[in-house]
């Protein structure tokens, strides 16, 4: 069951995010090897990266395991509702 307003994403959109994010960050390797100062200067900015790349992957997981939770809890809420609306009988005299 899925609910209207979930999206789905398709294998082109996952493959194209997946290239960007790698030209990014040999974009951002290439230039750090090539850029004309100390190799202190480019280790900083190589740990920068990676710290970076980690936190970038650390966000994007902590984003979707929350959205996953919230999926989970309303599906639980609508199976509530159906178990209610299927035990209720209308014509059932309240006494």
């Known amino acids: 069951m899925s609910t209207p307003n979930q999206s789905r994403n398709t294998n ?4 194209q995010a997946g290239i ?3 030209i990014a960050l040999l974009t951002m390797v290439f230039a750090i ?3 004309p100062v100390d190799p ?8 920068g990266t990676l710290y970076l790349t ?3 992957f650390t966000l994007a997981k902590c ?11 309303s599906r639980l809420d609508q199976a509530r509702v159906d178990k209610i609306l299927a035990d209720h009988d209308p014509f059932k005299v309240v006494s």
């Open 63 to 73: 984003v979707r395991d929350a959205q996953e939770n919230q999926y989970v809890v």
């Open 20 to 22: 960007s994010f790698g």
């Open 40 to 47: 202190w200067i480019r280790a900083f900015l190589g740990i």
């Open 33 to 35: 090897i090539y850029l």
């Open 12 to 15: 082109a959109f996952y493959m």
């Open 54 to 56: 980690t936190s970038a």
